[in-house]
């Protein structure tokens, strides 16, 4: 068996396949996929268009002109690039090669002599360039900028924006570092930390790797970077918004942080670089880092749908256990934020917690940011709604839209991985990956109807048989799983390690392993410390958490409530949002009876016996409006 | 029977005793009052005299000075002058009187020449008199000015306040109107017109009521004065901070209303003046808006506490059975207003359904308000804290410390009333009320231990026999009150109409009238709509609701819950809290067993018996800080 980081020096061992070698061909994402293709990347490139996003590229802005170019603007445009790039990378289409060539154009144009490239701070305020990086988002857009130009050559071949934004790279390594006169800067927004990852891995230029070490380890030490840049900006640093520098995580040094704080997107972009990094550099004390943040994260501050950060006010976490249902703000972004980092931990480690998270994220929280028809976008994503949260067609702050493309555009990604000896199978989605193993292409098809069925069915497709490990994930939700290997069983006791089995043996050609994961309907609590759900139950199936909307079960969802013994019925129902399971049964319905002009009184409200449907909430708020909720009062 | 105002014409028929005629001498209020009189007066008057209230009416302020003399300032010293007048007319103390003499000396020399009186006004922005009305509370603060003079008069027989204020009033009375030249306005805070109706009442001049009218009538009209107002200021009326104009009760007609809405102390202040002149003008249409606006509040938006305006953002309402516990606004302030309007209410029609509520606001929302030792406020009296919800030393806007004191000073004026052949007593409260019915005094002396026992022993005296009618309440908790006259069992069968029950017979010299009004501790439960009390349970034993503090039942009180058929015990502790009845009992308490390391399990969480205690909510943190709950999670 191979090392892990545990037992050594931190290493990405379990390489994703990557999505363009990974076809993904089931009935649950691969319509939302072609949607994304066929609707959401036009629908956005049309939103960027009018709002005035990719015209900016072009610099010729003058005071007084509307819209003003503002200083998060390149990302929207970098994100909508990079997920038309991975869509053009799995389905070639003339109409989005056109309109990625003309965009890349505009922007690798909007490149500055000495590399520089940002629309805000070139024709709004020139003079205020890296003036202000705890709040402005200059090297967070940079880093969109640097993952956009990564993807797009990627996928087109084309250098255009790629040596745009290496110049860019390199003028920004110019600029900031430990060298005399260099500023000692890093951004308020983390991001470029982990395109400079990116950037190095596609470029092979270890000095965006040192790079991004150093805005890492630049993070947090004193004396404090925002401190000095605020008093150069003639501010009283102690008058900062959000008052505490744990909102960008800059309170203590990155390798000293072992509580998920602040900003959530931020935070997870920032452990996503640090566990990239960990990796790259076989930095222990990075992963540990990581390590212990996750398990803050995971067992402290985490939500159900895996959406993350319940407060608006910094778009972040709070407390432990601390996690509003109605008032979750769970930003999309967010989610996809812990996609990111659980996938890039899953590189190091096979860990199925890091699996089962990425999983739960990709079915709840960051699957509910984007309406079923592709464009209309959550930016929260509550547990609960009194019926007044809908998806929007756009935001002022337009981040959450092309992350979710982009996500889905990619998917692929995440499916797959292998290491030197092993294949590896992370999720179940029906299709096809394509591995190299000992010198060969190894296929893995897929047949699954997950997640509405637990039964998969792999064929492995070899030139020559090949002794290989291959590593099936056993989702934290399984507790029975069964395994077949040409049809003989296989005992999984004690055979499930870090939540995978691993099957070593010498495969050949057509060898079919079955996996079978029941899905029973799992109730679900929280811990006791959470006190918005103390007595509260959810309902999940597989992967899939569920919620009761109005429309499928009337008003005043919280008169519902769920007998303990209550049993309920899962059915597919292939006419309804688009092929789903809904979960049925019977609960309790408090009930107006006796309460006529009153408010309170010392008699119990009766309940009446009432059906109730429950769906998946991923799928929610796609018919008409109304209310929403993910726990349920539980009664005896 | 004597006629109430559903049969007629609406009359001021059951007229407050006034609480000079009384003498409060329980073991509840008694204390209570005498840290008010000996405690909080002083130390509110230090308060005010630090903070710069009192001398900003030396008018001596000049650009530059800090503190700059707020536009509500005049308010918080003219509650203090009311509180302070209070407790002088029942206690004299030459300290007070002197205190007194001095605050008002200084108050009526900042008269103008044309009668103005305003020190932010006067001093601050001179050029800007009676140009926001919406927003800058110049009419509350000649209100609240007026109440403080009428009390002083009446306590101290003293002119200077008074006359300061009617010649305030009656250049205000030049200044709006709708004669030619006047403008049409009124205030954004009520206040004023309740307080020209107590000024009309000091001095019988009808002209005060007059004004009173034409403030009421003019509010809601359009064109709208505060969108005229806006232009004249060279603003945007649509910018207004709270958008509608509902916040301040001026989105119509008062005649007009039936949804309590926005500002809860300015609905309050308004609902009272709207009460008031239904009485005194004898208008059926105020009347009927009143009470639809009573119903509205009392069935739809009132806290258990009788706490009201559960947001902080307009400091008031939002919709109907939306009642959050641990947001929960409820001002002190707004229970006060409620303790005023539902005493309006109750001189018009002697129902016990305001006297209900008059007695919940005050055992709970109103007294929470200040801390044992008479020197600490809340300003938010939420039902549920996570521990950081504590009295404060005062207020940058201190509205609620004054108007505590002011209201505890007056407590005697809501025990007892009469009209043409009854004598009333609403509350029960160990003590004597001196009534004036048929032309002689007649004394009800109370015994009881109220609100810790039910038992009520009333002794007349009286001069001669006479027949009237006694009116004794019985409270809507009680369900099984028994009455005896002079020894002999009266049954109450049928007999107790709108929360009275009238005994009609010749009284002499030395009757005994025993009431008894049994009080179980009850469990409450909230009307099905309102979502955050599902499932939950409140205690409450008489007129008193209970809550738990952490400093009794450890942390993490959202853990407990009550099972149904837990049995509780009431016991006094007299060394506790002042003396304070507590609930006692076993409840259940999730713990943590089995969920290290897990935020969510598909095994519920177990539980553990623990003893609880809860103590009344009014007396809550006055210990060490700690979580607080009001309603609690029922368990089968």
């Known amino acids: 068996m191979e090392a892990t980081q545990t037992e050594g020096t931190p290493a990405r061992r379990f390489v994703p396949v990557p999505f363009t070698d990974v076809v993904i061909a089931d009935r649950f994402w691969a319509p939302r996929m072609r949607v994304n293709r066929e609707r959401t990347i036009a629908y956005q490139y049309a939103q960027c268009k009018e709002t005035g996003r990719i015209d900016a590229f072009r610099l010729n802005w003058k005071p007084g002109d509307e819209p003003v170019p503002h200083i998060f603007w390149d990302s929207d445009v970098a994100k909508w690039i990079e997920a038309a790039s991975y869509t053009l990378a799995t389905d070639p289409s003339a109409e989005v090669e056109a309109l990625l060539d003309e965009v890349v154009a505009l922007v690798a144009a909007a490149g500055q002599p000495d590399g520089y490239l940002n629309t805000h701070y070139t024709v709004v305020e020139p003079e205020k360039r890296w003036s202000n990086l705890r709040d402005c988002h200059e090297l967070y857009c940079a880093g969109h900028l640097m993952e956009a130009a990564v993807a797009h050559f990627q996928a087109t071949g084309k250098r255009t924006l790629l040596d745009a934004l290496c110049r860019y790279a390199d003028y920004i390594g110019t600029v900031f570092g430990t060298g005399p006169g260099q500023k000692r800067g890093y951004c308020g927004h983390e991001e470029i930390e982990l395109a400079l990852v990116k950037l190095y891995r596609a470029t092979g230029e270890r000095r965006y790797l040192e790079l991004s070490r150093y805005f890492l380890d630049e993070r947090g030490r004193q004396p404090h970077y925002f401190d000095q840049e605020a008093r150069e900006r003639g501010e009283d640093p102690g008058a900062y918004y959000f008052q505490k520098y744990d909102y960008c995580q800059v309170h203590l040094p990155v390798r000293e942080q072992s509580e998920v704080v602040g900003h959530a997107v931020r935070a997870m972009y920032l452990y996503s670089a640090m566990a990239d990094l960990a990796g790259e550099l076989g930095d222990a004390a990075l992963l540990a880092a990581s390590e212990r943040l996750w398990e803050n994260l995971t067992t402290t501050r985490l939500y159900l749908t895996a959406g993350i950060g319940p407060s608006r006010h910094n778009e972040g976490f709070t407390r432990s256990y601390d996690l509003p249902n109605e008032t979750a703000y769970a930003e999309t972004c967010a989610a996809i934020g812990l996609v990111f980092w659980s996938h890039r931990l899953l590189q190091l480690d096979c860990d199925g917690r890091y699996a089962d998270v990425l999983e739960r994220a990709l079915y709840n929280g960051v699957l509910s940011g984007v309406s079923l028809d592709g464009d209309r976008f959550f930016y929260e994503n509550p547990l609960a709604s009194l019926g007044g949260h809908h998806r929007q067609a756009w935001f002022g702050c337009a981040c959450c839209p092309p992350n979710v493309a982009r996500l889905l555009a990619s998917l692929g990604e995440y499916v797959y991985a292998q290491s030197e000896h092993d294949a590896v199978v992370h999720l179940y989605i029906a299709g096809q990956g394509r591995l190299r193993l000992g010198g060969q292409t190894v296929t893995l098809t897929q047949e699954t109807n997950y997640p509405w069925e637990g039964r998969v069915a792999l064929t492995l497709q070899l030139e020559q048989p090949a002794r290989f490990g291959l590593r099936l994930r056993v989702p934290g939700w399984c507790r029975e799983a069964r395994l077949r290997v040409n049809g003989e069983e296989v ?11 691993r099957v070593e043996r010498e495969w050949r050609n057509g060898d079919r392993v079955e996996l079978d994961l029941p899905m029973p309907i799992e109730r679900v609590y929280a811990h006791p410390e959470v006190r918005q759900d103390a007595g509260l139950v959810a309902l999940q199936r597989g992967p899939v958490v569920y919620c009761l909307e109005e429309v499928d079960n009337g008003p005043a969802l919280h008169r519902f409530a769920l ?34 002009g009153t408010l309170y009184q010392t008699r119990r409200p009766a309940a009446e016996t009432r059906p109730i449907t429950a769906v998946p909430y991923c799928v929610w708020d796609n018919r008409q409006p109304g209310q929403m909720q993910v726990w349920l009062r539980e009664s005896c």
Request: no cysteine; hydrophobic share 40%; net charge negative.
């Open 491 to 501: 005992s999984l006791a004690g055979k499930v390690e870090k939540g995978y089995v």
């Open 563 to 596: 007998p303990r013994e209550a049993t309920l019925q899962a059915q597919f129902r292939p006419e309804l949002l688009g092929g789903v399971t809904v979960l049925t049964g019977e609960a309790e319905y408090l009930v107006d009876e006796g309460w006529a």
